[in-house]
């Protein structure tokens, strides 16, 4: 699936819901979900592995205030995308990688 740009788990979680019978915001939702613990895991390890630099660096008050807002914004995010999806569908979004990978390929003059 990921042969192509955007195409990866998110995409896989979404059809694969939508195939098994959920609706597609229930699906987007699922999606998100899914990639919660391989992202948290990833930022755990991450940070693990920076924290002489990050401890010399930011508070732990700084850290967590950041780690809060950029939760904060994402499930804000992801509560606006599933109200979208909910009340216009992805179509928006597959005409818009349709015309963004026309316009990759006149650019590369292949068309």
């Not at 979404?14 to 987007?28: D, E, M, S, T, W």
């Not at 732990?60 to 994402?74: P, R, S």
Request: net charge positive; proline share 2%; hydrophobic share 60%.
């Amino acid at each position: 699936a990921a042969c192509w740009p955007g195409a990866g788990r998110s995409l896989g979680t979404i059809v694969g819901g939508v195939l098994v019978g959920l609706a597609l915001a229930a699906a987007v939702e699922f999606s998100f979900l899914l990639g919660l613990l391989p992202l948290l895991a990833a930022g755990v390890y991450e940070g693990w592995a920076a924290r002489e630099a990050l401890a010399g660096s930011y508070s732990v008050a700084v850290m967590g205030t950041g780690f809060l807002a950029a939760f904060g914004a994402a499930a804000l995010a992801i509560r606006g995308l599933v109200a979208w999806i909910r009340e216009r569908g992805l179509a928006a979004l597959g005409w818009y990688r349709l015309a963004l990978g026309a316009g990759v390929l006149i650019w590369l003059g292949r068309l």
